[in-house]
């Protein structure tokens, strides 16, 4: 068979190369399905081009992808890579790395991230009143839909066809393989996903925090053998433009995706999800992964636009929760809600696992307080708490590196996914907050942590009147301090 390659033009990359497989599972409509899904959620009520989508994004990371391992020498030549009748296991190595690249976001929900949260807030809220159910996130709709679609139309088949293992190829997109290098190309601190999207979300953004020199840095990166894995390191003359890279995500991170403004309605859109989860007015976790095997056309308007006719839908109704038609009318209209930033509830930069478990403790202690003053106020009030599942840091630091590594059945804290690597001139690897002249090194001991509190505007207006929010500036909310209700 003549070589076969299908060429796409992407506007931050310039044209990417598709295989004969990768072009099949593209025109699948388990893919198509993400050019219907925004890539930052409600960002783009705050910053008006970033409308670019998960379809884009994926294309992208397949495209770094390839070039990091021609980067580090594991890539193949495209006479074998374009070749479907060439089958060595360098050659396979370098096809599923890129369909790794290809499908890690194939199971992505409205929305992105925001829609997903209502999933895994009402799979919580199931698992504490006793149902066994299975973790309802993006990774087991992927995984399910690359191990389970073996059918004319279905993304299974391609890839036997095209000589990969399904399960093999879900293992690697969630970080599983047992080549640590396989896991470092897409799930660490500097991996292929992380340098698209900083790239893509500041050209769609045109916040230019995420920029960085992709090109120095690709010129960098080295594979490495180390007690019997090969590992990615980034060379020490490379150290800066790391550093760089690291700097540039917690800024693009603390200003686009932590932003107060675009977060905001995230939140409220996941209110309004959890809700219509509650009351069955939205496909379950376990439809999805039905019609994801069953009814393939019904799974595919699971997107942005399936959201939205659920929320029109809800304001359209004569009879409806005034809560939640209050919140579907400000998401709708862009109207943002009130925000509390009195402390405890306030940016917060954290020194360690301490700190941060005596801040949530207040945190909780002031929401609970506030909430009980509200609802005396206005028992029809509402009030979104937020307390981040993850902490925006530029690394892990040594402490918690080594501690993860202990746990990690006394692995190697080189073995390990996540922590960036530097090769020393000497050909000696490091951990890069090892390295004495390492910025990041002194830096990686702080987390910036983002709590919130929104309430309506009429709440707000009734907790300024009633001088609730000057009570909370005078008081303490230490744990052992007993809290008043008025």
Not at 259 to 266: E, N
Not at 338 to 344: C, E, L, T, V
Request: overall charge neutral; aromatic content about 10%; glycine content about 4%.
């Amino acid at each position: 068979m003549a070589i076969f390659k299908k060429m796409i033009s992407d506007n931050i990359h310039g044209t990417i190369s598709l295989t004969k497989t990768e072009d099949e599972i593209v025109e699948t409509a388990y893919y198509q399905r993400l050019r219907w899904i925004k890539q930052l959620g409600f960002t783009f009520y705050l910053f008006p081009g970033a409308t670019h989508t998960r379809f884009s994004h994926a294309l992208g990371v397949l495209h770094v992808m390839d070039r990091v391992l021609k980067a580090i020498g594991l890539a193949v030549s495209d006479e074998k890579l374009f070749n479907p009748k060439v089958r060595d296991p360098q050659t396979e190595f370098h096809r599923k790395m890129r369909l790794a690249a290809l499908l890690h976001d194939i199971g992505t929900f409205p929305f992105s991230h925001t829609i997903e949260l209502a999933y895994i807030n009402h799979w919580k809220r199931q698992r504490d009143h006793g149902f066994q159910l299975p973790m309802a996130n993006h990774e087991r709709l992927g995984s399910h839909i690359i191990q389970n679609t073996d059918f004319p139309g279905g993304i299974t088949p391609i890839l036997r066809e095209g000589g990969i293992d399904p399960r093999d190829l879900s293992e690697t997109i969630g970080g599983n393989s047992p080549l640590v290098l396989a896991n470092q190309l897409l799930h660490s601190d500097i991996d292929a996903d992380r340098m698209d999207y900083l790239l893509r979300d500041a050209h769609h953004t045109g916040v230019k925090y995420g920029v960085y020199d992709l090109d120095q840095l690709l010129k960098s990166l080295v594979a490495v053998d180390y007690n019997g894995q090969k590992i990615l390191c980034v060379h020490e003359s490379g150290l800066n433009v790391a550093e760089y890279f690291l700097i540039s995500r917690f800024f693009w991170y603390s200003q686009i995706i932590e932003d107060s403004t675009g977060y905001k309605f995230d939140l409220i859109a996941a209110k309004i999800a959890e809700y219509f989860l509650e009351m069955g007015q939205a496909f379950s976790f376990d439809e999805l992964t039905q019609d994801i095997t069953q009814k393939p056309s019904k799974y595919f308007t699971f997107n942005d636009s399936y959201f939205m006719a659920k929320v029109h839908e809800y304001l359209a109704q004569e009879k409806s929760h005034p809560v939640i038609r209050e919140l579907c009318e400000m998401l709708a209209m862009r109207i943002a809600p009130k925000q509390i930033k009195i402390a405890p509830v306030e940016p917060t930069l954290l020194q360690s696992t301490e700190h941060k478990a005596q801040v949530i403790k207040e945190i909780q202690r002031a929401s609970e307080w506030l909430s009980a003053e509200l609802m005396k106020l206005d028992p029809n009030a509402w009030m979104i708490f937020d307390i981040p599942n993850r902490d925006v840091q530029f690394t892990k630091d040594h402490t918690s590196v080594t501690k993860e590594a202990k746990e990690s059945k006394n692995m190697h804290p080189l073995l390990l996914r996540d922590p960036v690597k530097i090769l020393t001139r000497h050909g000696e690897p490091k951990l890069l907050v090892e390295v004495s002249n390492s910025v990041v090194r002194i830096l990686s001991q702080y987390r910036n942590f983002v709590p919130r509190i929104y309430v309506g505007h009429k709440s707000m207006e009734l907790l300024e009147k009633n001088g609730v929010l000057e009570r909370m500036q005078k008081m303490a909310f230490k744990e052992d301090i007993p809290l008043k209700i008025s």
